[in-house]
């Protein structure tokens, strides 16, 4: 037997710091003790049966980081809840999980005491004081974590990770993007999501290197977090980098010269969860000389493929396989795969997950008899580097016989220069299968949908024009800051126009 998880068997500074948050600093040290009375605690009384399932809520802190390991650490399946979710979707993780138990930090107890009438959330300062360095003997293919899909296209389901899995997802990402005990992250991410915990918080801490939370986005102090010169590496959301550059924009020039000049001295930019328009990409490159790092991953198989950390990245390509990492592009409808042309991405490798939790039908479905998964999404391999073309389901409009990325449309309207943002969607339609709707976020000194038809004519093929435009101040977003699609076509019914 080993020891539960990856972290444990790093040989780290206990003394260095791990964890910055608004209670101040957390060394390794400080992290395994309580980690270990967490562990100690649930072992000694809530974890005798199966399935040892372990749903937890708490704020982006140390709290977070020291319920997980100590699930981890007690043999259990750790199940991450967002305090941000409403309480009936964190009802129904709770059942669909099986729950044994809810752990809660003070911050979110008055939330978890909504949640469940079968559970009494145990707070995280009851489990952390008493002593006890009790572990689970733990194998690398055990059961390790449930994180839930976003549910953008249909109910959640919970894709459950081994340890195996897990540690290979973060030991890959350690050694392309040269993580090292040296650096400093600022995570301003949600942490029931792949990226928040597995690509920020997990690599930092495999690393010996320093995580600090920020528990709400604000990208004022954002920026002012990199003018204390501590932080070097950092990941977001396009949407984080594109509210970064307005509130750069809104500064005055001195303090848009000092910010640029902090930001010059990054190792590591990355962004991803959504595709990154090349007009954010290059404003960002403009104000910090830094060209941000592109990569393409899912909850289900952690990160694919990459741009590289040392080498050329092509503004709207995500690179390469990760090493390790076995992808190919394959014809939906076919299922033969296809050089040179559009192709789902299917994947094979040690980082994908095991399965769908309680739903053999769907993991079935999900991956071919060779045991590739199926991802849904599409892209091309152009000049040796990887380009997504959209989700299947969502972003490949099928319009008059014609195949159309709703992803090229989008790039094309926001080099616009009344379009601040945009998203593409097909509308059912009786004659060509689906016809094109644009949403725009504009000034108030908005073009006119003729204007636009206008000026799309002379840049895409009139077949990929949008039909329908309707403005807005923002989209429909999920908690990673992706548009729901879905949501966005229901109000072309309304506004359609």
Known sequence: MTSPSFVFQREIDPNSTAIVDESGSCSYAELHRISDSIAHNLMQAYLPKQPR????????????????????????????????????????????????????????????????????????????????????????????????????????????????????????????????????????????????????????????????????????QVWEKFGEGRVNVFMAVPTIYYKLIQAWEEMDEDKQQTCSQVARKFRLMVSGSAALPVSVLEKWKSITGYTLLERYGMTEIG?????????????????????????????????????????????????????????????????TKKGWFRTGDIAQLIDGAYKILGRDSVDILKSGGYKISALEIEDVLRGHPLIKDCAVVGIPDEEWGEVIGASLIVPDQSPTPDDLRKWLMERIPVYKVPRYFIFQKDFPRNAMGKVTKNELRKLFEINKG
């Open 53 to 220: 399932t372990v749903c937890f809520l708490a704020t982006s802190s140390h709290k977070y980081v020291a319920l997980q390991w100590g699930i981890w650490k007690s043999g259990g399946i750790a199940v991450p809840l967002s305090p941000r979710h409403p309480v009936r979707a964190l009802q129904y993780v709770m059942n669909d999980c099986q729950a044994a138990v809810l752990l809660t930090d003070e911050e979110t107890h008055s939330i978890a005491n909504t949640i469940s009438d079968q559970h009494s959330p145990l707070l995280f300062k009851d489990l952390a004081i008493k002593s006890g360095k009790d572990r689970a003997g733990v194998m690398p293919d055990d059961p390790a974590m449930i994180l839930y899909t976003s549910g953008t296209t249909s109910k959640p389901k919970g894709v459950l990770s081994s340890h195996r899995n897990i540690s290979y997802q973060i030991n890959t990402l350690v050694n392309a993007w040269e993580w090292s005990k040296d650096d400093y992250i600022l995570n301003i991410l949600p942490l029931h999501h792949v990226h928040g915990i597995i690509n920020v918080m997990s690599c930092a801490l495999w690393s010996g290197a320093t995580c600090e939370f920020l528990p709400r986005f604000d990208p004022k």
């Open 303 to 367: 990160m694919a493929l990459s741009n590289p950390y040392r080498g050329e990245r092509r503004p709207g390509f995500v690179g390469n396989p990760l090493p390790g990492v076995e992808l190919r592009l394959v014809d939906p409808e076919t299922g033969v795969e296809v050089e040179g042309q559009p192709g789902e991405i299917q994947v094979r490798g040690m980082g994908v997950f095991e399965r769908y939790w309680n739903k053999p039908e769907q993991t079935r479905l999900a991956f």
